[in-house]
């Protein structure tokens, strides 16, 4: 029994540790920009050793990884995107309007969630290294996957317009749902998130339906 303690309380440990490495380089790539997010100063501002952060997460690359996929979940529990309430409700909605309308929303929280951390992180003249590119292959793919899943389901449920592929759907829904465009629209345009919502309903109603 001492044992099976002893191994529940060391799974705990490391999960907060975890948590604690990733929330203090989250804050330094926020403030300080990512280069100053040095695996040194994310120990240091975390009350670790380097090592500890090689160990519980891994280098720079899959600090920034781990930051996002954490920010973007809005917690740190290992649930898919494509298995979360926010989405599934989206097999709710009874007509196709009121999809478009819940898909806005999602999207909208989803850019809310972690604009600031990718506009810290790739906003232009920020300093980056090799990691960074990859990072942004990998986002995106998994953006695009989420996007294709999406459209099926809509597309099974409410067919499409007739000539728009299922493809060319993905195509539309991938680059509308992009946090760049909310950070243009709402950080540099100085659109309000709702106004951002409101227009993207506007635009998958107009591209899908």
């Known amino acids: 029994m001492a044992r099976g303690y002893d191994n529940a309380a060391r799974t705990e440990a490391a999960a907060e540790t975890r948590a604690r490495i990733l929330a203090s380089a989250r804050d330094l790539m926020l403030v300080n920009g990512y280069a ?3 695996i040194a100063a994310i120990a240091d501002a975390a009350g670790v050793s380097p090592q500890t952060i090689y160990n519980a997460v891994g280098n720079k690359a899959a600090v920034l990884k781990a930051c996002y996929d954490v920010t973007l979940a809005g917690d740190a529990e290992p649930v898919p995107m494509s298995a979360r309430a926010e989405f599934t409700a989206l097999g709710t909605a009874a007509t196709a309007s009121a999809w ?6 999602w999207s909208r929280v989803i850019a809310e969630r972690v604009g600031a951390l990718l506009e810290a992180v790739l906003a232009p003249g920020t300093a980056t290294d090799g990691g960074v590119a990859d990072f942004v292959a990998t986002i995106e793919r998994e953006r695009r996957i989420g996007s294709t899943r999406a459209v099926a389901a809509f597309a099974a449920r409410f067919g499409l317009p ?3 592929t299922q493809e060319r759907g993905v195509d539309i829904v991938w680059t509308l749902n992009s946090p760049e465009v909310y950070g243009r629209l709402v950080h540099r345009c100085g659109w309000t998130p709702d106004d951002y919502e409101a227009w993207l309903v506007g635009q998958l109603g107009a591209s899908l339906t």
């Not at 478009?100 to 929303?105: F, G, I, K």
């Open 100 to 105: 478009t309308r819940a898909y806005a929303r």
């Open 162 to 164: 007739d000539g728009l």
């Open 36 to 38: 100053a997010a040095s």
